[in-house]
T-cell receptor
Framework: GESVGLHLPTLSVQEGDNSIINCAYS??????FIWYKQESGKGPQFIID?????DKRQGQRVTVLLNKTVKHLSLQIAATQPGDSAVYFC????????????FGQGTILTVHP | KAGVTQTPRYLIKTRGQQVTLSCSPI?????VSWYQQTPGQGLQFLFE???????NKGNFPGRFSGRQFSNSRSEMNVSTLELGDSALYLC???????????FGPGTRLTVT
């Protein structure tokens, strides 16, 4: 039969708002986490990463929070802009999983001017 | 520094044929990973090469294979193409010590 596409969560915000995108990861042994942004027709673009010995890391306009107790990751984008509109993926890796990242399903972020 | 490049960008093949995709990593990167992206399954890991050796492999059939050359460039091959192989194939390069991976633009493969 036909394959059913993933139903990606969506987040719609106004320009200038702060955005929070959430992700639940699956492997307790993962010790490295990354957020990627993918625009239509392009490959995923690295945003920010965090190791398991940290619970927060900040970049330019972005902050990643890691809660290992409940295996939860979030990406906060401050003062969201229309150019931030894209699909956002979290990915987990590390340990002996050389070069292997396991991706979440993604979240569609739409920023309205 | 030039980013990850992939060739060709678009490809149309017929069921039963085979295809070879190419990936040139960022200069100095020794690890190349390949991923398949489809609307139904999302991004899935195919395999990873480091210093010409396959170090990790995902859950794909043996029709999917790859290799890496001494200059770190990598190719992946899909034999006996099936309609379900239609996807965006992405490669990513990294230093190889578990750090961030940088993705290329992908090769869009359509199997008819």
């Amino acid at each position: 039969g036909e394959s059913v596409g993933l139903h990606l969560p969506t987040l719609s915000v106004q320009e200038g708002d702060n955005s929070i995108i959430n992700c639940a990861y699956s492997n307790s042994a993962s010790d490295y986490f990354i957020w990627y942004k993918q625009e239509s027709g392009k490959g995923p673009q690295f945003i920010i990463d965090i190791r398991s010995n940290m619970d927060k890391r900040q970049g330019q306009r972005v902050t990643v929070l890691l809660n290992k107790t409940v295996k939860h990751l979030s990406l906060q984008i401050a003062a969201t802009q229309p150019g931030d509109s894209a699909v956002y993926f979290c990915a987990e890796g590390g340990g002996t999983s050389y070069g292997k990242l396991t991706f979440g399903q993604g979240t569609i972020l739409t920023v309205h001017p | 520094k030039a980013g990850v490049t992939q060739t060709p960008r678009y490809l149309i093949k017929t069921r039963g044929q085979q295809v070879t995709l190419s990936c040139s990593p960022i200069s100095g990167h020794r690890s190349v990973s390949w991923y398949q992206q489809t609307p139904g399954q999302g991004l899935q890991f195919l395999f990873e090469y480091f210093s010409e050796t396959q170090r990790n492999k995902g859950n794909f059939p043996g029709r999917f294979s790859g290799r890496q050359f001494s200059n770190s460039r990598s190719e992946m091959n899909v034999s006996t193409l099936e309609l379900g192989d239609s996807a965006l194939y992405l490669c990513a390069s990294s230093m190889g010590q578990g750090g961030e991976q940088y993705f290329g633009p992908g090769t869009r493969l359509t199997v008819t």
